[in-house]
């Protein structure tokens, strides 16, 4: 609460959506955007971007498998999940997530699964005992391969890719239409949630690939590929201009209303989320990277190891510009009280169920598992690797 006048309903004292219900949008962002970074360059032939493209969609499936994982958690009854799908409700907006997600998952599987038919079927052949019964089983029997085989294969995965695009929009945007939806929340009831959700996927999703192209790179004490490097920096560079445009020109229309809307808001932004919002996320989190990449997109004699480590510095300040994003719009709705007269206080807990913790464990699970994937999806492919 602010204020001797301040007055916070008791229902609002304690904040429900917790910082899961931060991850849960976190996640599902950089599944839409590294999955639309590979589509680039199956379906609009971007070939800059070959080298990056099978480690983009196999990066998406890693996120894809825990992007539900904070959602169970919060629910507290993760097995009840499963009833949206046996007894579903069509008016309920989670009860549409669970099958866009689920449609999403057999889009993506199905786009490895023939990206990576080849790479199995060469396994297989060379492989002995478990091995070669496990890679039997995903080649489904067929060990044909023929220019007829290959043809239909890249048909197949352009299709899947083009299709995917619009279904990875509206997997996020229907993450940020749950939000802008509820209209008695001050902070998120605006038709511009879902737009500036897709936008920051897309930002996160870019993120996170040239963060981890770079660092597996450079574990492996290779070079990157140069040009699809810098393509993917000036593509984030875009993608972050607008996410962040957008997300002011909302509150910069708010403010010029000047509605009993804003006169909350103001508080809010000027009070609770001072630090988070308005240093953080817009003054060292959206500045910096924006100043950076000006520099490395628009500068053409910078040192190539140079330039590399500021596009690398750059994308893991937007990694957390997207997190402080998702903070700022989940936790900071929920501060706000009906009453519109006084603002509540939420923290996370250390060891608790929902704590931050547990919130990191989360967010580096996926990382782990994209190493396992590295096994049996090979990321680059043996000619023109990386």
Request: hydrophobic residues 55%.
């Amino acid at each position: 609460m602010q204020g001797p006048d301040s007055f916070v309903f008791p229902n609002e004292l304690h904040v429900t959506w917790t910082v899961m219900i931060v991850l849960y949008p976190y996640i599902t962002g950089m599944v839409a955007g590294a999955f639309i970074v590979s589509s680039f360059y199956h379906v609009f032939g971007m070939e800059k971007l070959k080298p990056i493209a099978r480690f983009a969609l196999v990066s998406s499936l890693a996120f894809l498998c825990f992007a539900t994982v904070p959602l169970l958690n919060h629910l507290g009854r993760p097995d009840r999940a499963f009833n949206i799908m046996v007894t579903p409700n069509f008016n309920s907006a989670m009860s549409g997530f669970g099958f866009v997600y689920l449609f999403y998952m057999i889009v993506v599987v199905l786009e490895i699964w023939f990206s990576y038919r080849e790479d199995f079927i060469e396994k297989y052949r060379n492989s002995k005992g478990l091995a070669k019964t496990i890679y039997r089983i995903l080649i489904l029997g067929d060990v044909n391969i023929n220019e007829n085989t290959k043809k239909y294969d890249r048909k197949v995965v352009t299709f899947l890719a083009a299709f995917g695009i619009p279904v990875a929009c509206i997997l996020h945007g229907y993450v940020g239409f749950l939000f802008g939806s509820i209209k008695a929340n001050l902070w998120w009831s605006t038709p511009l949630m879902f737009i500036i959700f897709i936008f920051s996927a897309i930002v996160s999703g870019l993120a996170v690939l040239i963060f981890l192209y770079q660092f597996v790179h450079w574990l492996r004490r290779k070079q990157v590929n140069q040009e699809s490097y810098e393509l993917m920096s000036k593509w984030l560079w875009g993608f972050m201009i607008i996410a962040v445009i957008l997300e002011l020109m909302e509150v910069l229309s708010i403010s010029y209303e000047r509605t009993e809307r804003w006169g909350v808001l103001e508080q809010l932004i000027n009070g609770k989320l001072k630090i988070s919002y308005v240093y953080l996320q817009i003054f060292v989190f959206s500045i910096g990277p924006f100043l950076i990449l000006s520099v490395t997109s628009i500068a053409k004699n910078l040192n190539i190891k140079l330039k590399n480590t500021l596009i690398w510095i750059a994308s893991g300040m937007l990694l957390i510009q997207v997190l402080l994003m998702r903070w700022n719009v989940v936790i900071g709705g929920q501060l706000v009280s009906k009453s519109m007269r006084g603002f509540t206080e939420y923290f996370p807990g250390y060891f608790d169920k929902e704590g931050l913790l547990v919130s990191i464990g989360i967010v580096i699970v996926p990382f782990l598992l994209l190493m396992l994937f590295d096994r049996l999806f090979p990321f680059f492919e043996k000619k023109g690797a990386s």
